[in-house]
């Protein structure tokens, strides 16, 4: 299914999120508090930045060019790339109180992001192009909900919670009043873990505690599926939509050996969507790709390449056999 191609061990401890700049460098943020940015040729570092106190949760690219960081330490930093391998931290954004799960921009060029705090935090740009606090939404119930935020459509915007045991939609346009709520998904932290697919109007969430995949069809409210989970999935950590219309999947397996022992394997799948009922079939699989769960997979289409990233510290970067 994939041969390695190279790995990458910059970062010191488990990585979180990777990325491809618009530069056409390669992107990885981890559990050391740094977020590191890789040379095009040679993929050793061309920048190191640590200018967080935690765990990088996430990152993200601004059309603008400048990079969004989200952290542990509770803080969002704006930072800008300049030229000969340098940056400047043009902007600290503290508004919220616990871990930052992740980010998003609008189309409109606002920023939306989500924490352990309970909010959702919308940023407008002032003036000087600077973000500044627009609305807070108190978007879950418990504490140390291990959010995460996904874009449906242009309106709606898709708010889970692994604590809460929900996924909540918000209608952008509408100053974000709550549309609709789906209750007792058992979803994954991962902020990597949920794909919309537009093209099918198909929403699939992953899951754990042996859930799978769960599959909604979004219509003018979420229709749900079922659940997809013939493979022995126990978590789902990572989706995306692979370039010629399939799944790869990172995701736990656990199997029990012949001593009654739990065997736990970190495995890419690649599964297809029924073009009729959109069910999902295995069309084949990797089995332990990495060591730790598997928190990042990027189709990396300008260089045929599949990118995956984990908890075991390491960035791998794979050819697809024919």
């Known amino acids: 299914m994939l041969t390695l191609y190279k790995e990458l061990n910059y970062h010191k401890k488990g990585l979180s999120h990777i990325l491809v700049l618009k530069d056409g460098r390669l992107s990885s943020s981890a559990a050391d508090n740094t977020l590191i940015i890789y040379n095009k040729e040679s993929f050793q570092p061309d920048l190191i930045i ?3 106190t935690d765990y990088v949760n996430y990152h993200i690219q601004l059309e603008n060019g400048n990079i969004v960081t989200c952290s542990w330490d509770h803080t969002l930093k704006i930072i800008k790339l300049l030229p000969n391998y340098k940056y400047e931290v043009i902007q600290e954004l503290k508004d919220h109180t616990y871990i930052v799960d992740k980010a998003l921009e609008t189309k409109e060029g606002k920023l939306i992001t989500c924490a352990n705090d309970k909010l959702v935090i919308v940023w407008k740009k002032n003036k000087d192009g600077l973000f500044e606090l627009e609305k807070k939404i108190v978007a879950n119930v418990n504490d140390y909900p291990d959010s995460n935020i996904v874009f449906i459509n242009d309106n709606l915007l898709l708010c ?3 604590t809460d045991e929900n996924i909540k939609f918000y209608e952008m346009d509408n100053d974000f ?4 709520v789906l209750y007792d998904i058992k979803c994954c932290f991962s902020r990597n873990s949920i794909i919309y697919i537009s093209e099918r109007d198909l929403l699939l969430v992953g899951g754990i505690e042996n859930n799978g995949i769960y599959m909604f069809k979004m219509k003018k409210f979420p229709h749900f599926i079922g659940n997809y989970n013939s493979i022995s999935i126990n ?7 692979f ?9 736990e397996e656990v199997i029990e050996a012949e001593d009654g022992e739990e065997i736990t394997k970190n495995n890419i799948y690649k599964l297809k969507i029924n073009e009729d009922n959109n069910e999902l079939s295995l069309v084949n699989k990797m089995e332990n790709a990495h060591e730790e769960l598997i928190n990042g997979i990027i189709d990396w289409k300008e260089r045929n390449f599949i990118v995956t990233c984990s908890k075991d510290e390491k960035v791998k970067i794979w050819t697809l056999n024919k």
């Open 50 to 52: 640590k200018e967080h």
């Open 160 to 162: 889970t919670s692994v």
């Open 235 to 241: 978590q789902v950590y990572s989706i995306i939509l």
């Open 177 to 180: 009043q709550l549309a609709f």
């Open 243 to 251: 370039s010629d219309g399939d799944l790869l999947v990172g995701a």
